[in-house]
């Protein structure tokens, strides 16, 4: 087993390869790992890491559209990878897209005028990626575009995601603010029970408050799972 075909299997399936530790140093990802992240994904390593390199790039191929889409509001109308046959690249096929509001759009396109993207032999047969831009941008959501044509339905959905997270007005132009980290059950007062409650942490926003905080971060304020109630602990929460 060769570097080369653990690096395309992750890859393949987005895996990052590497990561660094929080002293700088580099780990990169082993074989068996590779095959757990892999198999924890659906990818069938029965038959070896060159066996699954080849299945899922087989089934990428003659997929015609990837199962989602992931585009930037920014980034303008999105772009659409459409992998075909050559034998039917030079049909027309119809579109349509559905928007998360429930409004639709249409089309036509013939996907051997578009730019191409890569081309690959699959079974001893020729498929090319086209690159195909909608007319226009689409709004923050989820949609889905659909094509059909030469006896081929492929759908994906479109994912506009917002340019940047969300950014308080506080903290626009470069404004600075500063706060406390807080772990809620370390506050202690005359009238709780050794452990930090609502009414601690009221008061304690009032007081950092009054001495300019702008923020409290506190640690996760969650239910625990109820068939284990006994499993307290402020990093165990039933879901982030």
Known sequence: MNDLTIEALLRLCDIQPSYHDIWGKEHRVSRDTAQALARAMGVDV???????????????????CAAAHVVAERDGPPTITLRLHDAVANQTFDWRLVREDGTTQSGRVTPVTLAR??????DGKNYTAFRYTLPEALPLGYHTFEITGAGITARTTLIVTPS????????????????VALQLYTLRSERNWGIGDFSDLRLAVERF?????AVIG???????????????SPYSPSSR
């Open 46 to 64: 029965g038959a070896g890491m060159e066996g699954a390199v080849t299945g899922i790039e087989r089934e990428r191929w003659q997929r015609c």
């Open 117 to 122: 993207a890569a081309t690959a032999t699959v």
């Open 164 to 179: 940047a997270c969300y950014l308080p007005q506080a903290v626009q132009d470069a404004q600075r603010v500063w706060g």
């Open 209 to 213: 408050a009054e001495r300019g905080a």
């Open 218 to 232: 506190l640690n996760p304020l969650h239910a625990l799972y109820p068939h284990n109630p006994a499993h307290i």
